[in-house]
């Protein structure tokens, strides 16, 4: 069974920075294709960052220069770094895998899901 928690969420300042983490069940982070999304009200899910079973990393124009994917695969813990918070990356933050390698992209579809964790910027 495919289990994911998220943490690290909190109330920040703009220009302020997180680290949100994400304990996945198994291996599955070094395996699979991996990826951090973000659930905007009024705006719907976006995707923001992903990374490759083979450590490439993508990004969300939004983000891009100001958020870092990372993971510990000893930990089995994905990582999303916020630098340079905005308002507009106030959300809920969600990790995500299909169990299946690949290229991440913004518009890719996942199914599993963690609960989130939310990020407050103001």
């Known amino acids: 069974q495919v289990q994911l928690v998220e943490s690290g969420g909190g109330s920040v300042q703009v220009g302020g920075s997180l680290r949100l983490s994400c304990v996945a069940s198994g291996g599955i982070i070094r395996r699979y294709c991996m990826g951090w999304f973000r659930q905007i009200p009024d705006r719907g899910r976006e995707g923001v960052a992903g990374?490759?079973?083979?450590?490439?990393?993508s990004y969300a124009d939004s983000v891009k220069g100001r958020f870092t994917i990372s993971r510990d695969n000893a930990k089995n813990t994905l990582y999303l770094h916020l630098n340079s918070l905005k308002s507009e990356d106030t959300a809920l933050y969600y990790c995500?895998?299909?169990?299946?390698?690949?290229?991440?992209?913004?518009?890719?579809?996942?199914?599993?899901w963690g609960q989130g964790t939310q990020v407050t910027v103001s």
């Open positions: 995500a895998t299909d169990l299946v390698g690949g290229s991440w992209f913004p518009d890719r579809s996942f199914g599993y």
């Open positions: 990374i490759e079973s083979g450590g490439s990393t």
